[in-house]
């Protein structure tokens, strides 16, 4: 759609001339029989960047993190993450349907919860109850606008998990991004967990792609899983060699999503329609009230004037991405201030 400004999602970036060239130039072969040797390259090339002992590529940031739950539960058994959480909104109720796991939600607007918030509704070890298994993480939280998940409250959770025997696991789809905000790697950011899944589709700008990483172990029960997932791929290199191009081009960048979104968020902070914490604009994702306008009805004023843009409930939401630059956002801060001032 090349008439509108796209501020839907990171996800709708289109591969650069550059990244098509090193796809087109990949070395392949069928990866089912491991024969590939750009998706070998690129599984070990996370592994590393992830501080784990190996890493899975798989079509998308929905098998990653369901091939994780798959591997570290039962049929039975609960998890135990915020009530905004990917893996239990927005993957079609697969954690039920593949895994046949239960989850019990923290509920707050950061994203963010601690060992205090999650030992009190651990079940007890009573045959009435389901069994506790594990604590899952999102950084950065999506839904609740891009927002950093403390570290203090990470090595928390680890301390607790140890204690009760809990296996933890991060849905890093953007933990790219939360490594160029912070200043940690995202070695650092992923050594409390057990297992991580990262997105390359997002504001990394690729195609396709995503990887899950943990012990040797649970990546051999993985590979499994995304074999029962359909997830096993032929001449997939073509898709890895976007993905090790991007980790080599596409991550210092972001920093540059990250100025933009606080630009937008300034300038939303600025108008009388809207509502912003400017604390909790941290990475790429701008999210706003337009209270008592639903956000669907705001989203289709800015429609009209070639901004498209996302809701839910009374909110907005705006994500920057490697296919706005800052005349983009100039133009879009123009429309948003023309169409609600
Ligand atoms: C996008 C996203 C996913 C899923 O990725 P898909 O490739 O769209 O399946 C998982 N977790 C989070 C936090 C995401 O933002």
Redesign the pocket.
Known sequence: MPTFLDFR?D?VTRPTPAMRKAMFEAEVGDDVFGDDPTIRHLEERVAELLGKERALFV???????QIAVNCHTSPGDELYCHSG???LN??GGAMAMLSGVSAATIENSHGSFSAADVEPILRPNDHHYAPSRLIWV?N????SGGTIFPQESVNSLRELADRKGLAMHL????IWNVAIATGKSEKELAAPFDSI?V?L??GLGCPV??LVAGSAGFIDKAHRARKRFGGGMRQAGFLAAAGLYALENHRARLADDHRRAKRIALAVAEMKAFRIDLEKIETNIVLFDAAPMQGSEAVAKLREQGLLATSFGSKVRMVCHLDVDDAAVDKAIGILQKTFK
């Open positions: 999602s996800t079509p998308s940031g929905t098998m990653a993190n959480a990917h893996v927005f993957e999102e950065s939280a999506n839904r849905d890093g789809a953007r899944s997105c589709s997002k792609g995503s």
